[in-house]
Protein backbone atom coordinates (compact mmCIF):
# COMPACT_ATOMS: atom_id res chain seq x y z
CA UNK A 1 0.00 0.00 0.00
CA UNK A 2 2.89 2.40 0.62
CA UNK A 3 4.89 1.85 -2.26
CA UNK A 4 1.25 2.26 -4.58
CA UNK A 5 1.03 5.75 -2.53
CA UNK A 6 4.73 6.71 -2.86
CA UNK A 7 4.20 6.13 -6.52
CA UNK A 8 1.06 8.19 -6.88
CA UNK A 9 2.80 10.59 -4.95
CA UNK A 10 5.68 10.72 -7.35
CA UNK A 11 3.50 10.64 -10.55
CA UNK A 12 1.52 13.73 -9.21
CA UNK A 13 5.20 15.71 -8.12
CA UNK A 14 6.25 14.67 -11.74
CA UNK A 15 3.06 16.67 -13.62
CA UNK A 16 4.66 20.12 -11.87
CA UNK A 17 7.50 19.34 -13.19
CA UNK A 18 9.37 22.21 -16.25
CA UNK A 19 9.79 19.65 -18.89
CA UNK A 20 6.21 18.31 -18.13
CA UNK A 21 4.75 21.85 -18.83
CA UNK A 22 7.08 22.96 -21.40
CA UNK A 23 5.56 19.71 -23.38
CA UNK A 24 2.30 20.44 -22.75
CA UNK A 25 2.71 23.74 -23.90
CA UNK A 26 4.46 22.41 -27.11
CA UNK A 27 1.22 20.54 -27.99
CA UNK A 28 -1.10 23.17 -26.84
CA UNK A 29 0.66 25.73 -29.32
CA UNK A 30 0.73 23.83 -32.37
CA UNK A 31 -2.51 22.23 -32.00
CA UNK A 32 -4.09 25.48 -31.28
CA UNK A 33 -2.03 27.11 -34.21
CA UNK A 34 -3.29 24.08 -36.53
CA UNK A 35 -6.96 24.80 -35.41
CA UNK A 36 -6.67 28.08 -35.84
CA UNK A 37 -5.20 27.91 -39.62
CA UNK A 38 -7.83 25.00 -40.36
CA UNK A 39 -10.79 27.92 -39.32
CA UNK A 40 -9.26 30.60 -41.98
CA UNK A 41 -8.22 28.84 -44.29
CA UNK A 42 -10.38 25.78 -45.28
CA UNK A 43 -13.34 28.28 -46.70
CA UNK A 44 -11.09 29.85 -49.05
CA UNK A 45 -9.94 25.82 -50.19
CA UNK A 46 -13.57 24.93 -50.57
CA UNK A 47 -14.16 27.92 -53.00
CA UNK A 48 -10.65 26.96 -54.96
CA UNK A 49 -11.55 23.55 -55.50
CA UNK A 50 -14.71 24.41 -57.24
CA UNK A 51 -17.46 24.60 -54.57
CA UNK A 52 -20.15 27.13 -54.07
CA UNK A 53 -20.18 29.95 -51.44
CA UNK A 54 -22.99 27.87 -49.83
CA UNK A 55 -20.82 25.24 -49.77
CA UNK A 56 -17.54 26.84 -47.85
CA UNK A 57 -20.08 27.88 -45.02
CA UNK A 58 -21.29 24.57 -44.88
CA UNK A 59 -18.22 23.06 -43.65
CA UNK A 60 -17.07 25.30 -41.32
CA UNK A 61 -20.84 24.60 -39.72
CA UNK A 62 -20.78 20.72 -40.20
CA UNK A 63 -17.30 21.63 -38.04
CA UNK A 64 -18.74 23.39 -35.04
CA UNK A 65 -22.01 21.56 -34.87
CA UNK A 66 -20.53 17.96 -35.20
CA UNK A 67 -17.98 18.92 -32.16
CA UNK A 68 -21.42 20.38 -29.87
CA UNK A 69 -22.71 17.11 -30.34
CA UNK A 70 -19.47 14.94 -29.88
CA UNK A 71 -19.63 16.81 -26.52
CA UNK A 72 -22.18 15.24 -24.90
CA UNK A 73 -20.80 12.05 -24.91
CA UNK A 74 -17.36 12.63 -25.11
CA UNK A 75 -17.03 14.93 -22.32
CA UNK A 76 -18.26 12.47 -19.44
CA UNK A 77 -15.80 9.98 -21.26
CA UNK A 78 -12.95 12.22 -20.61
CA UNK A 79 -13.68 12.15 -16.86
CA UNK A 80 -14.35 8.78 -16.60
CA UNK A 81 -10.78 7.66 -18.90
CA UNK A 82 -8.84 10.79 -18.14
CA UNK A 83 -8.28 13.39 -20.71
CA UNK A 84 -5.19 12.38 -22.36
CA UNK A 85 -6.08 9.28 -24.41
CA UNK A 86 -8.84 11.07 -26.36
CA UNK A 87 -6.60 13.82 -26.74
CA UNK A 88 -4.18 12.23 -28.49
CA UNK A 89 -6.96 10.70 -30.46
CA UNK A 90 -8.65 13.84 -31.22
CA UNK A 91 -4.98 15.25 -32.35
CA UNK A 92 -4.59 12.41 -34.47
CA UNK A 93 -7.82 13.64 -36.32
CA UNK A 94 -5.66 17.09 -37.38
CA UNK A 95 -2.27 15.04 -38.27
CA UNK A 96 -3.92 12.77 -40.46
CA UNK A 97 -6.99 14.88 -42.41
CA UNK A 98 -4.99 17.01 -44.24
CA UNK A 99 -2.55 14.10 -45.87
CA UNK A 100 -6.57 12.59 -46.97
CA UNK A 101 -7.13 16.12 -48.52
CA UNK A 102 -4.06 15.55 -50.32
CA UNK A 103 -5.14 12.53 -51.71
CA UNK A 104 -8.64 13.20 -52.82
CA UNK A 105 -8.72 17.04 -53.25
CA UNK A 106 -12.66 16.80 -53.24
CA UNK A 107 -15.53 18.48 -51.72
CA UNK A 108 -16.58 15.82 -50.45
CA UNK A 109 -13.45 14.60 -49.08
CA UNK A 110 -13.52 18.17 -47.53
CA UNK A 111 -17.06 17.56 -45.38
CA UNK A 112 -15.94 14.22 -44.30
CA UNK A 113 -12.70 15.46 -42.88
CA UNK A 114 -14.19 18.75 -41.46
CA UNK A 115 -16.44 16.19 -39.70
CA UNK A 116 -14.00 13.65 -38.75
CA UNK A 117 -11.54 16.50 -37.54
CA UNK A 118 -14.50 17.77 -35.13
CA UNK A 119 -13.71 14.52 -32.69
CA UNK A 120 -10.44 16.86 -32.05
CA UNK A 121 -12.13 19.95 -31.52
CA UNK A 122 -14.74 18.09 -29.05
CA UNK A 123 -11.85 16.68 -27.00
CA UNK A 124 -8.40 18.61 -27.37
CA UNK A 125 -9.75 21.93 -25.54
CA UNK A 126 -11.90 20.85 -22.96
CA UNK A 127 -9.16 18.37 -22.21
CA UNK A 128 -6.68 21.20 -22.28
CA UNK A 129 -8.52 22.65 -19.22
CA UNK A 130 -9.16 19.92 -17.72
CA UNK A 131 -5.71 18.82 -17.74
CA UNK A 132 -4.50 22.07 -16.41
CA UNK A 133 -6.57 22.30 -13.48
CA UNK A 134 -5.15 18.40 -12.61
CA UNK A 135 -1.40 19.16 -13.29
CA UNK A 136 -1.29 23.01 -11.67
CA UNK A 137 -0.85 23.36 -7.62
CA UNK A 138 -4.51 24.12 -6.51
CA UNK A 139 -3.65 27.68 -5.23
CA UNK A 140 -2.34 28.65 -8.56
CA UNK A 141 -4.53 27.16 -11.43
CA UNK A 142 -6.03 30.90 -12.47
CA UNK A 143 -2.30 31.44 -13.20
CA UNK A 144 -1.26 28.71 -15.02
CA UNK A 145 -4.67 28.66 -16.81
CA UNK A 146 -3.33 31.71 -17.73
CA UNK A 147 0.30 31.16 -18.93
CA UNK A 148 -1.62 28.15 -21.11
CA UNK A 149 -3.81 30.47 -22.78
CA UNK A 150 -1.27 32.69 -24.21
CA UNK A 151 -0.01 29.65 -26.41
CA UNK A 152 -3.60 30.11 -27.26
CA UNK A 153 -2.99 33.39 -28.47
CA UNK A 154 0.40 32.46 -30.20
CA UNK A 155 -1.37 29.91 -32.21
CA UNK A 156 -3.63 32.34 -33.43
CA UNK A 157 -0.91 35.06 -34.18
CA UNK A 158 1.07 32.23 -35.92
CA UNK A 159 -1.23 29.50 -37.66
CA UNK A 160 -3.32 31.31 -40.04
CA UNK A 161 -0.34 33.95 -40.97
CA UNK A 162 1.89 31.40 -41.67
CA UNK A 163 -0.72 29.01 -43.64
CA UNK A 164 -1.17 31.73 -45.63
CA UNK A 165 2.14 32.39 -46.60
CA UNK A 166 3.01 29.02 -47.36
CA UNK A 167 0.00 28.85 -49.18
CA UNK A 168 0.44 32.01 -51.16
CA UNK A 169 3.56 30.97 -52.46
CA UNK A 170 4.23 27.26 -52.74
CA UNK A 171 0.05 26.22 -52.86
CA UNK A 172 -2.20 24.42 -50.49
CA UNK A 173 -0.09 20.96 -50.44
CA UNK A 174 2.45 22.95 -48.75
CA UNK A 175 0.24 23.47 -45.94
CA UNK A 176 -1.42 20.51 -45.39
CA UNK A 177 2.29 18.69 -45.66
CA UNK A 178 3.06 21.33 -42.44
CA UNK A 179 -0.30 20.70 -41.18
CA UNK A 180 0.04 16.79 -40.91
CA UNK A 181 4.01 17.68 -39.68
CA UNK A 182 3.28 19.59 -36.78
CA UNK A 183 0.41 17.98 -35.69
CA UNK A 184 1.92 14.96 -35.38
CA UNK A 185 4.85 16.73 -32.92
CA UNK A 186 2.12 18.10 -30.94
CA UNK A 187 0.84 14.26 -30.67
CA UNK A 188 4.52 13.48 -29.69
CA UNK A 189 5.02 15.75 -27.42
CA UNK A 190 1.11 15.48 -25.49
CA UNK A 191 2.22 11.57 -25.24
CA UNK A 192 4.84 12.47 -23.17
CA UNK A 193 3.51 14.38 -20.96
CA UNK A 194 2.74 13.10 -17.09
CA UNK A 195 -0.77 13.64 -16.06
CA UNK A 196 -2.25 13.14 -12.56
CA UNK A 197 -4.53 10.00 -11.73
CA UNK A 198 -8.41 9.86 -12.30
CA UNK A 199 -10.17 10.20 -9.51
CA UNK A 200 -11.75 6.88 -8.85
CA UNK A 201 -15.15 8.39 -8.04
CA UNK A 202 -15.09 8.76 -12.09
CA UNK A 203 -14.67 5.35 -12.39
CA UNK A 204 -17.63 4.91 -10.55
CA UNK A 205 -19.76 7.15 -12.59
CA UNK A 206 -21.86 5.29 -15.43
CA UNK A 207 -23.29 7.05 -18.84
CA UNK A 208 -22.73 10.38 -20.28
CA UNK A 209 -26.43 11.60 -19.60
CA UNK A 210 -26.17 10.81 -15.92
CA UNK A 211 -22.52 12.87 -16.05
CA UNK A 212 -24.36 16.00 -17.56
CA UNK A 213 -27.71 15.78 -15.48
CA UNK A 214 -24.56 15.51 -12.09
CA UNK A 215 -22.97 18.51 -14.10
CA UNK A 216 -25.84 20.27 -13.67
CA UNK A 217 -26.81 19.94 -10.18
CA UNK A 218 -23.99 22.10 -8.98
CA UNK A 219 -25.97 25.37 -8.77
CA UNK A 220 -23.04 27.23 -8.77
CA UNK A 221 -22.18 26.42 -12.57
CA UNK A 222 -25.33 28.69 -13.70
CA UNK A 223 -24.01 32.31 -13.62
CA UNK A 224 -20.61 31.23 -14.54
CA UNK A 225 -22.13 29.54 -17.54
CA UNK A 226 -24.31 32.57 -18.19
CA UNK A 227 -21.61 34.98 -17.75
CA UNK A 228 -19.74 32.48 -20.32
CA UNK A 229 -22.78 32.98 -22.88
CA UNK A 230 -22.76 36.98 -22.55
CA UNK A 231 -19.47 36.63 -23.25
CA UNK A 232 -19.77 34.27 -26.28
CA UNK A 233 -22.19 36.58 -27.62
CA UNK A 234 -20.23 39.72 -27.85
CA UNK A 235 -16.96 37.85 -28.23
CA UNK A 236 -18.21 36.85 -31.90
CA UNK A 237 -19.19 40.20 -32.45
CA UNK A 238 -16.09 41.64 -32.39
CA UNK A 239 -14.01 38.64 -34.21
CA UNK A 240 -16.93 38.52 -37.01
CA UNK A 241 -17.51 42.17 -37.92
CA UNK A 242 -14.69 44.33 -36.29
CA UNK A 243 -12.68 44.64 -39.60
CA UNK A 244 -16.24 45.36 -41.50
CA UNK A 245 -17.24 47.88 -38.73
CA UNK A 246 -13.40 49.64 -39.21
CA UNK A 247 -13.45 49.58 -42.87
CA UNK A 248 -16.89 50.97 -42.92
CA UNK A 249 -16.15 53.71 -39.94
CA UNK A 250 -13.50 55.62 -42.58
CA UNK A 251 -11.11 53.43 -41.49
CA UNK A 252 -10.01 51.11 -44.28
CA UNK A 253 -7.13 48.85 -44.00
CA UNK A 254 -6.89 49.42 -40.39
CA UNK A 255 -8.06 46.15 -39.48
CA UNK A 256 -5.07 44.35 -39.31
CA UNK A 257 -3.20 46.17 -36.90
CA UNK A 258 -6.88 45.73 -34.69
CA UNK A 259 -5.89 42.31 -34.52
CA UNK A 260 -2.51 42.57 -34.15
CA UNK A 261 -3.00 45.44 -30.74
CA UNK A 262 -6.34 42.89 -29.66
CA UNK A 263 -3.94 39.40 -29.94
CA UNK A 264 -0.94 41.63 -27.68
CA UNK A 265 -3.53 42.51 -25.22
CA UNK A 266 -5.01 39.64 -24.90
CA UNK A 267 -1.39 38.09 -23.67
CA UNK A 268 -0.97 40.42 -21.33
CA UNK A 269 -4.40 39.90 -19.80
CA UNK A 270 -3.82 35.88 -19.57
CA UNK A 271 -0.57 36.70 -17.63
CA UNK A 272 -2.65 39.13 -15.41
CA UNK A 273 -5.88 38.12 -14.91
CA UNK A 274 -5.48 34.11 -13.64
CA UNK A 275 -3.04 35.44 -10.97
CA UNK A 276 -4.94 38.51 -10.12
CA UNK A 277 -8.23 35.86 -9.97
CA UNK A 278 -5.92 33.57 -7.31
CA UNK A 279 -5.31 36.10 -4.87
CA UNK A 280 -8.68 38.46 -5.07
CA UNK A 281 -11.47 35.41 -6.23
CA UNK A 282 -12.95 35.07 -9.59
CA UNK A 283 -16.19 36.61 -8.61
CA UNK A 284 -13.92 39.97 -7.66
CA UNK A 285 -11.83 39.33 -10.96
CA UNK A 286 -14.21 37.75 -13.78
CA UNK A 287 -16.95 40.06 -13.76
CA UNK A 288 -14.87 43.10 -13.74
CA UNK A 289 -13.57 41.51 -16.58
CA UNK A 290 -16.64 40.85 -18.40
CA UNK A 291 -17.50 44.71 -17.75
CA UNK A 292 -14.21 45.57 -19.51
CA UNK A 293 -15.31 43.61 -22.26
CA UNK A 294 -18.47 45.33 -22.86
CA UNK A 295 -17.58 48.62 -22.27
CA UNK A 296 -14.94 48.07 -25.57
CA UNK A 297 -18.14 47.22 -27.62
CA UNK A 298 -20.00 49.91 -26.69
CA UNK A 299 -17.33 52.33 -27.26
CA UNK A 300 -17.11 50.81 -31.13
CA UNK A 301 -20.01 52.47 -31.31
CA UNK A 302 -18.24 55.80 -30.98
CA UNK A 303 -15.37 55.02 -33.67
CA UNK A 304 -15.99 57.50 -36.36
CA UNK A 305 -15.58 60.06 -34.26
CA UNK A 306 -12.12 59.62 -32.69
CA UNK A 307 -9.84 57.76 -34.93
CA UNK A 308 -7.60 56.78 -31.24
CA UNK A 309 -10.20 54.87 -30.13
CA UNK A 310 -9.31 52.26 -32.81
CA UNK A 311 -6.08 51.42 -30.43
CA UNK A 312 -8.06 52.29 -27.45
CA UNK A 313 -11.26 49.93 -28.51
CA UNK A 314 -8.39 47.00 -29.02
CA UNK A 315 -6.36 47.23 -25.98
CA UNK A 316 -9.69 47.40 -23.89
CA UNK A 317 -11.23 44.44 -25.96
CA UNK A 318 -8.33 41.99 -25.69
CA UNK A 319 -8.18 42.44 -22.28
CA UNK A 320 -11.79 41.74 -22.00
CA UNK A 321 -12.48 38.72 -23.92
CA UNK A 322 -9.10 37.19 -22.62
CA UNK A 323 -9.71 37.83 -18.99
CA UNK A 324 -13.24 37.04 -19.01
CA UNK A 325 -12.15 33.71 -20.44
CA UNK A 326 -9.71 32.79 -18.63
CA UNK A 327 -11.06 33.49 -15.24
CA UNK A 328 -15.09 32.51 -16.01
CA UNK A 329 -13.20 28.82 -16.70
CA UNK A 330 -10.92 29.30 -13.72
CA UNK A 331 -13.95 29.12 -11.62
CA UNK A 332 -16.16 26.99 -13.31
CA UNK A 333 -13.27 24.41 -12.61
CA UNK A 334 -13.12 25.72 -8.76
CA UNK A 335 -17.11 24.96 -8.55
CA UNK A 336 -16.51 21.75 -10.48
CA UNK A 337 -16.46 18.44 -9.02
CA UNK A 338 -13.05 16.99 -9.80
CA UNK A 339 -15.05 13.78 -11.27
CA UNK A 340 -17.24 16.02 -13.22
CA UNK A 341 -14.49 19.12 -14.39
CA UNK A 342 -14.23 17.89 -18.62
CA UNK A 343 -18.22 17.03 -18.43
CA UNK A 344 -18.40 20.54 -16.79
CA UNK A 345 -15.89 22.43 -19.33
CA UNK A 346 -17.67 20.86 -22.13
CA UNK A 347 -20.55 22.20 -21.20
CA UNK A 348 -18.45 25.55 -21.51
CA UNK A 349 -17.46 25.13 -24.85
CA UNK A 350 -20.75 24.34 -26.73
CA UNK A 351 -22.28 27.04 -24.69
CA UNK A 352 -19.42 29.15 -26.30
CA UNK A 353 -19.92 27.40 -30.00
CA UNK A 354 -23.59 28.17 -29.41
CA UNK A 355 -23.51 31.91 -28.25
CA UNK A 356 -20.70 32.40 -30.58
CA UNK A 357 -23.02 31.58 -33.93
CA UNK A 358 -26.06 33.12 -32.45
CA UNK A 359 -23.95 36.72 -31.86
CA UNK A 360 -22.44 36.29 -35.61
CA UNK A 361 -26.18 35.67 -37.09
CA UNK A 362 -27.30 38.43 -34.88
CA UNK A 363 -24.88 40.66 -36.01
CA UNK A 364 -25.06 39.94 -39.51
CA UNK A 365 -28.77 41.04 -39.18
CA UNK A 366 -28.17 44.28 -37.66
CA UNK A 367 -25.56 45.14 -40.52
CA UNK A 368 -28.46 45.25 -43.26
CA UNK A 369 -31.32 47.27 -40.25
CA UNK A 370 -29.83 49.49 -38.01
CA UNK A 371 -25.75 49.16 -38.66
CA UNK A 372 -23.19 47.59 -36.92
CA UNK A 373 -21.98 50.72 -34.92
CA UNK A 374 -25.74 50.65 -33.17
CA UNK A 375 -25.54 46.68 -32.64
CA UNK A 376 -21.83 46.83 -30.66
CA UNK A 377 -23.33 49.55 -28.38
CA UNK A 378 -26.78 47.71 -27.61
CA UNK A 379 -24.79 44.56 -27.06
CA UNK A 380 -21.79 46.58 -25.10
CA UNK A 381 -24.50 48.01 -22.76
CA UNK A 382 -26.23 44.64 -22.14
CA UNK A 383 -23.15 43.01 -21.26
CA UNK A 384 -22.26 45.86 -19.01
CA UNK A 385 -26.15 45.07 -17.33
CA UNK A 386 -26.08 41.69 -16.87
CA UNK A 387 -23.46 41.34 -15.11
CA UNK A 388 -25.99 42.59 -12.16
CA UNK A 389 -28.22 39.91 -11.93
CA UNK A 390 -25.66 37.51 -12.68
CA UNK A 391 -22.90 38.48 -10.03
CA UNK A 392 -26.47 38.26 -7.46
CA UNK A 393 -26.98 34.93 -8.58
CA UNK A 394 -23.19 34.36 -7.83
CA UNK A 395 -23.35 35.21 -4.19
CA UNK A 396 -26.66 33.42 -3.44
CA UNK A 397 -25.90 30.00 -4.89
CA UNK A 398 -22.45 30.09 -3.36
CA UNK A 399 -23.58 30.51 0.19
CA UNK A 400 -25.68 27.26 -0.99
Not at 45 to 56: P, V, W
Not at 166 to 188: D, K, M, P, Q
Not at 237 to 246: L, P
Request: proline fraction near 5%; hydrophobic fraction near 55%; include cysteine.
Amino acid sequence: MEIHDRKINKNIQSTYSRGNWAMFYLATFLFMGNLFAAIAIFPAYSLAIGSSAFQAGLQSTAFALAAVLLRFFLGPLLDKQGPKPLMLIGIFTFATAPLLIILSPTYSMLLAMRIYQALGLAVVLPGISTLVAGMAPAARIGTYLGTTRIFFNLGLLAGPSVAFTLIENIGYNSWFVVSAITSAIALAALATVKTPPVPSIAELTSGSLNQIKKAFKVKAIYPIIGGIAVYSFTYSAVISFAAVHIDTSSYKGEAPLFFVVLGLAGIAACLGAGALSDHFGRRQVGWPMLAILGTGAALFYFLPLWPALLIICAIILGIGMQGTSLVLTAWLIDVSEPSLRATTISIQENTIDIFFALGALSFGMAAGGPGLGTAFLVAGVLTVFLIVPLNKASVVLSRQ
